[in-house]
């Protein structure tokens, strides 16, 4: 049973539905071993939005902060996407790429070990 | 016309069951619609023992005696400026959460109680409800007169009702009770009657009234001592009710076990924010958060569910994951928190030498491994004039509505990621406990207000943070938040103590 409920067949009304973001779906993106960053951080974009405008645009503001955000060689670094490996794309749309509405990205970059080597 | 000197025990009876009635022409049923829905099985309500018998004429005499101790201390507080006793003024940052964060709660508490003190087929639970709900309405008011003095005299107190309603981290304390209060009674009842009051009240209340005395905070002393004897009461209530519905048929202790394991991993997420006021908010810390999980749920609670296990009930689920969780939860709150400071209707900052000295030596096997470094960086950036605040928003969970800031227990380094697709749509939890909940009863948590989702969609004002902060939440931007240092708080309390 999908709820337990008195009022039956109750149906609940989907609060993040894509529809509701005005255009926009939502795109988490969190850097592993890295947490100056207390958790992801969650992106409205448009789901034509290229990767290489996540990349070179959307992330910088807030990742760039990270002392070690300079040193990130992103031909070695690592993703996944919704828990499997991922190979972006950088001039395809975000949508086009399987990189859907909440969809989770994470990158790994597994020589910077973080501030004072700690995860930080 | 009874006469005129009852004993208790006879005004206790009138009271209660002779004030019952038998339905002889309408449908019971419908005059308690809310008993059945859950699957609970009442099978005789005459089985319940009374855990106290108060009439309602005791029940005034004792409050209104307690009432005229306590405004007569809140008088001498304000009398005396009390406000100028206490240790530091970072303390009164743990207030204004305490006020925005849980007084509400007080307040949901009188709600929850005043309705399954109607809905309850059984008259002696009926009236025991109806006292809480009233006790818990006291509570919200005096703890709102306990504080009302500080309002005067430093900033962020200002609109704690309306703050509740829409401040990003508030939305965890408020869907918490929104939670249980869209339970059925019975649910309602394990979630706050048992789970909460019976076992983490105590981590709420003790360390932090104690925390109010270690910081010459009489007003919130005064308070907590004046709830106490409720709250045994309260405490006393979800004990009868856990044992009552177990006793009354098998097929509840499955029902009874999945709330339990429901409803300790929420409070146990909700008590992420005591454990940050504990270890970094109190200037004289009463002890760690570590040692109060250790003596009051660790032992407390292990006795107990000692107790419950003739029931067939066993320790609440994740149990393991809960007592690794103690040696990191408060780092990384008070780091959310910091690295949120912009955002946040109270002061944060980074804690003192000796500060970090006392966490290394009560946390000897993770906070100089793990999280001094942080405060490093943090120092070293405040140092250069860059104090760090974050500029994007946080992912939040679903479940319990906090930034995705915890981690694996056994790999503290990675953020805990759980996720679960349901009709098509993607959600998010910060652990396994979050995750169940979400699975068990989906269709309740799709309509989460999950407030980062909320400002993207436009529903918050904005466009941008500071936007959002000043119209939708009504904060003093530049005066309830930022750092402690250099805050109006801090000029204000100087000048008072004529330093520099």
Known sequence: MPVQAITPDYVGDIKDRIENFNGNQVVYVGWDHHLMFCAAFAYPLPPETPFRTLLEEVMPEGFSLHPEWEKIDWSTATWMLDSKPFAPQLDVALKDQGIGHKSLLRFQTPELKGYQNAGV | ?500
């Open chain 2, 1 to 500: 016309m009874a006469a005129k000197k009852l004993n208790i025990k006879d005004k206790y009876r009138l009271l209660t069951r002779d004030l019952d009635w038998d339905f002889s022409y309408e449908d019971r049923s419908k005059a308690f619609p809310f008993e059945e829905f859950e699957g609970i099985k009442i099978t005789d309500w005459s089985k319940w023992e009374d855990p106290f018998r108060l009439t309602m004429d005791t029940y005034w005499k004792y409050q209104a005696e307690k009432e005229r101790k306590l405004y007569a201390i809140f008088d001498a507080f304000a009398q005396n400026n009390g406000q100028l006793n206490i240790s530091d003024p970072r303390y009164v940052n743990a207030l204004k959460i305490f006020l925005t964060g849980v007084s509400p709660l007080e307040y949901q508490a009188f709600q929850g109680f005043a309705h399954t003190g109607r809905q309850f087929g059984g008259v002696g639970a009926r009236v025991a409800c109806q006292m809480q709900a009233i006790d818990e309405l006291r509570h919200v008011q005096t703890q709102v007169h306990a504080m009302s003095h500080y309002n005067k005299f430093f900033d962020g107190l200002q609109d704690w009702s309306h703050m509740h309603d829409r401040v990003w981290y508030l939305s965890v304390p408020k869907s918490f009770f929104n939670d249980a209060r869209a339970a059925g009674p019975f649910e309602f009842m394990v979630a706050i009657g048992f789970s909460f009051e019976y076992v983490l009240t105590n981590l709420l209340f003790v360390p932090f009234m104690s925390g109010a005395a270690y910081n010459g905070d009489m007003a919130t002393v005064t308070f907590g001592f004046s709830a106490q004897s409720d709250e045994a009461r309260h405490m006393t209530l979800g004990l009868e009710v856990i044992k009552f519905l177990l006793e009354q048929h098998e097929d509840n202790v499955p029902i009874v076990q999945k709330w339990i394991d429901k409803w300790f991993w929420r409070g146990t997420r909700l008590l992420t924010i005591v454990s940050m006021m504990m270890d970094y908010m109190l200037p004289n810390k009463v002890m760690s958060w570590k040692e109060a999980w250790e003596v009051y749920f660790e032992e407390a609670g292990g006795a107990l569910f000692k107790d419950l296990a003739r029931y067939g009930i066993r320790m609440p689920k994740y149990a393991e994951t809960i007592e690794k969780e103690k040696e990191h939860v408060s780092h990384q709150a008070w780091w959310t928190f910091y690295t949120h400071g912009h955002a946040a209707g109270f002061h944060t900052w980074i804690p003192s030498d000796e500060e970090l000295d006392w966490l290394s030596e009560k946390y000897p096997d993770t906070f100089d491994k793990y999280y001094r470094p942080r405060w490093e960086l943090a120092k070293e950036m405040e140092a250069k004039g860059e104090r760090f605040y974050t500029k994007a928003l946080p992912q939040l969970c679903t479940i319990c509505q906090i930034p995705m800031l915890f981690t694996e227990m056994d790999d503290p380094t990675q953020i805990s990621y759980r996720d679960s697709i349901y009709k098509g749509d993607r959600y998010h939890f910060c652990s396994d406990g979050c995750h169940d909940i979400f699975e068990d009863e989906p269709e309740k948590y799709v309509q989460s207000w999950l407030p980062v989702h909320q400002i993207f969609q436009g529903n918050c004002g904005g466009p941008d943070v500071e936007d959002v902060l000043r119209d939708y939440y009504q904060m003093n931007v530049g005066v309830d938040n930022m750092d402690m240092k250099g805050s109006p708080d801090e000029e204000r309390w100087k000048k008072w103590k004529g330093v520099a």
